[in-house]
Nanobody, 127 residues
Framework: QVQLVESGGGLVQAGGSLRLSCAASGRTIITYLMGWFRQPPGKERDFVAA????????YYAESVKGRFTISRDNAKNTVYLQMHSLKPEDTAVYYCAAVRFLSGSGSYRESYQYDYWGQGTQVTVSS
């Protein structure tokens, strides 16, 4: 079992920055694909970013590309999401997720592929 705990959310003005952290416990996440998803109020949970086990490959939703950066420190069992140039539409609860292997022809963009989830951290961007 992997337990994930997000932190770093908060209230920020448009154009500002935040860094989210996802601390894992229970077992090492070195072999896990890690992802960030977000759920705006009244909407579905959407893919934000993902990173492979080594950190060599990263993937982003078009809406955050160039503004957000996902990274990981396997020695600390932690994944990060650095967010710059935040916009009001980035307001959401942000979730960290982990999966060892994607099933079939599944994509890292699909939330159902992930086995473990954190409780989420609220990010609010004011205009």
């Amino acid at each position: 079992q992997v337990q994930l705990v997000e932190s770093g959310g908060g209230l920020v003005q448009a154009g500002g920055s935040l860094r989210l952290s996802c601390a894992a416990s229970g077992r090492t996440i070195i072999t896990y694909l890690m992802g960030w998803f977000r759920q705006p109020p009244g909407k579905e949970r959407d893919f934000v970013a993902a990173i492979n086990w080594s950190g060599d490959n990263t993937y982003y939703a078009e809406s955050v590309k160039g503004r957000f950066t996902i990274s990981r420190d396997n020695a600390k069992n932690t994944v990060y999401l650095q967010m710059h140039s935040l916009k009001p539409e980035d307001t959401a609860v942000y979730y960290c997720a982990a999966v060892r292997f994607l099933s079939g022809s599944g994509s890292y963009r699909e939330s159902y592929q992930y086995d473990y989830w954190g409780q989420g951290t609220q990010v609010t961007v004011s205009s």
